[in-house]
């Protein structure tokens, strides 16, 4: 089945270094693809999307390009700040449901340090 | 954006007891929300698929006995841990539904249970 892998963390940056967090997906097709972010104590975000190949979802610095020839989605930022540490979660839509399940990669912890 | 709300944040129990934690949307009908169980180091997984109205749609390995959901309303669901056991220790985390095609999906904060 579908199916998405993130690089395992955690990742520790000093403010200001660039971010890549990688995710690659298995699927079927060309799903839409997530990327959620998990703030200390809070619930996931959305933090961005790409609902089709060679679409780049971007929000807060942050970019990804979904690349259907490499089956990723990498996450990335070029100068990336304190207020970014978080857990950062990679997913894609259960696309056998119409009810907007999605699968979810094992989440990959930033720290970053002034 | 839309707001969802989960109750209580932290509970710790004693084995054999029961835990209800609810889920609500604070400012939008959720016809469907969902349950996903986070361990530690790992990534959520999806319990069951709640219906307002209806009986919950359980994921393959979850204990429907075990963990009953009931959506009685378009802004609540809860999920109650029967007879809990330190092995059900865990971080939960509802999802609900924006209605209508494509409705973007919005997290609860999540509830930390711990079974002493």
């Known amino acids: 089945g579908d199916s998405v892998t993130q690089m395992e963390g955690p990742v520790t940056l000093s403010e200001e270094a660039f971010l890549t967090i990688n995710c690659t997906y298995t699927?079927?097709?060309?799903?839409?693809l997530f990327w959620y972010v998990q703030y200390p104590g809070e619930g996931l975000q959305l933090l961005l999307k790409?609902?089709?190949?060679?679409d780049k979802g971007s929000n807060k610095g942050f970019e990804a390009t979904y690349r259907k020839e490499t089956t990723s989605f990498h996450l990335e930022k070029g100068s990336v700040q304190v207020s970014d540490s978080a857990v950062y979660f990679c997913a894609l839509p259960d696309r056998g449901s119409t009810l907007g399940r999605l699968y979810f990669g094992r989440g990959t912890q930033l720290t970053v340090w002034p | 954006g839309a707001v969802v709300s989960q109750h209580p944040s932290r509970v710790i129990c004693k084995s054999g007891t029961s835990v209800k934690i609810e889920c609500r949307s604070l400012?939008?009908?959720?016809?469907?929300m969902f349950w996903y169980r986070q361990f530690p180091k790992q990534s959520l997984m999806l319990m069951a698929t709640?219906?307002?109205?209806?009986?919950?749609?359980?994921e393959q390995g979850v204990e429907k006995d075990k963990f009953l959901i009931n959506h009685a309303s378009l802004t609540l669901s809860t999920l109650t841990v029967t007879s809990a056991h330190p092995e059900d220790s865990s971080f939960y985390i509802c999802?609900?539904?924006?209605?209508?095609?494509?409705?973007?999906?919005?997290f609860g904060e999540g509830s930390r249970l711990t079974v002493l």
């Open positions: 790409a609902t089709k190949a060679d």
């Open positions: 699927a079927t097709g060309y799903p839409s």
């Open positions: 709640s219906n307002e109205g209806s009986k919950a749609t359980y």
């Open positions: 400012d939008f009908q959720a016809t469907t």
């Open positions: 999802s609900a539904r924006l209605a209508g095609v494509g409705g973007e999906l919005f």
